[in-house]
Structure formats: structure tokens, C-alpha cells
């Protein structure tokens, strides 16, 4: 009864900004989030995070999932971001898993985290040297 409060599971979303709602501010949540309306400011979630088709959305994101149909300015980090066919974004996304869907836009540097990967190295080949297809046979 007094104990501790369980945090909510990542998929249930908690928070609405619906298509009609035009809102400002900072966003904090441990469940999900779907936007619809629009929405300019800072948003942080330990859930899942939907923008609507028809969303319009100004802010830096911190989220578990992110799936975006409607319209992003801002950086993401996330563990998975998808970009559906009618999705946009304009900023830079750190994330571990990316998906962008044929119609889907990005402008911005994406970042795929997790373990450190090495570019391939190959023997006899100065840096910044232009390798030939010939070459590499």
C-alpha cells in the first residue's frame, strides 16, 4: 500500500497531446508518450515515444523507442528509432537500432551506439588513399 510505486511498462502510453493541442514546455515521463498535436520544448521518457502523422514536433528527445510519422526538428537519443513513410526529421540521432521506411526523411548525422567498431584496415594502403576495384582482387 505505501510501498513503492512501480514504474509503468515501457509500451503503455500514459501521456496524450492530441490533435488539437498546441503545447510548450518539458516533458518527463516513465511511461509513453504520443503526440498528435503540436509540441515545442524538451521531452524525456523512460517509455515509448509515437509522433502522429500530423504531428509537428521542436524539441530534443530522450526516450526508449521512438516512431515518428509526422514531423521532427530536433536530436534524438534513443534506443530504437523508426522513421515511417511519412516521418521527418531534421537533427542528429544517437541511437543503438535505426529504421527508416522508403518515403521516410533524415537531415542530420545518425549515430549508431554500442559497441566499438573498427573501420577495416586493409594492408599495403596508405589512409585517405583511393582503393580501385582492380585493387582489391
Known sequence: ??????????SKIETVIGPTTNLKGTIRSDGGVRIDGVYEGSLETAG??????EAKVIADIVAHNVSISGALKG????????VLSTGKIWGDVKVNSFLVDEGGFIRG???IQGADIEPPFIEGFEEGEKI?????E
Open 1 to 10: 500500500m505505501f510501498g513503492k510505486k512501480k514504474s509503468p511498462p515501457v
Open 48 to 53: 515509448n515515444l509515437i509522433i502522429g502523422e
Open 75 to 82: 536530436n534524438i537519443t534513443a534506443k530504437r528509432v523508426e
Open 109 to 111: 548525422e545518425i549515430t
Open 132 to 136: 580501385g576495384p582492380e585493387q582489391l
